[in-house]
């Protein structure tokens, strides 16, 4: 079965850091971009960060740009977002997701996992 589990979420104070993982299961990651999506309440899903298959290509919303930074590790089949200069408006479900592509964009994925609750708040 294929399964997107995302880890790492918490409480943080403005400025602060987070890692976000996203692991794999039940398939491999070599073949698929991954996207890291987040929704706030009552505020549609937005798409903040994509990492092509080899890792070699990567994208991020404006919002996010020199503050967050996606990598992947293959090996581990795992997929991370660093978060760092944390701001309130950052509050969000985080989402990864994957799709049998090659580059990444951030719309059009296929397989979603269910969140990680993201907070910053002092």
């Known amino acids: 079965q294929l399964q997107l589990v995302e880890s790492g979420g918490g409480l943080v104070q403005p400025g602060g850091s987070l890692r976000l993982s996203c692991a794999a299961s039940?398939?491999?990651?070599?073949?698929?971009?991954i996207g890291w999506f987040r929704q706030a309440p009552g505020k549609e899903r937005e798409g903040v960060s994509c990492?092509?298959?080899?890792?070699?290509?990567?994208k991020y919303a404006d919002s996010v740009k020199g503050r967050f930074t996606i990598s992947r590790d293959n090996t581990k089949n795992t997929v991370y977002l660093q978060m760092n200069s944390l701001k309130p408006e950052d509050t969000a479900v985080y989402y990864c997701?994957?799709?049998?592509?090659?580059?990444?964009?951030?719309?059009?994925?296929?397989?979603w996992g269910q969140g990680t609750q993201v907070t910053v708040s002092s």
């Open positions: 039940g398939f491999t990651l070599d073949y698929y971009a």
């Open positions: 997701a994957a799709v049998p592509k090659r580059l990444c964009t951030l719309y059009e994925y296929d397989y």
């Open positions: 990492i092509s298959s080899s890792g070699g290509s990567t």
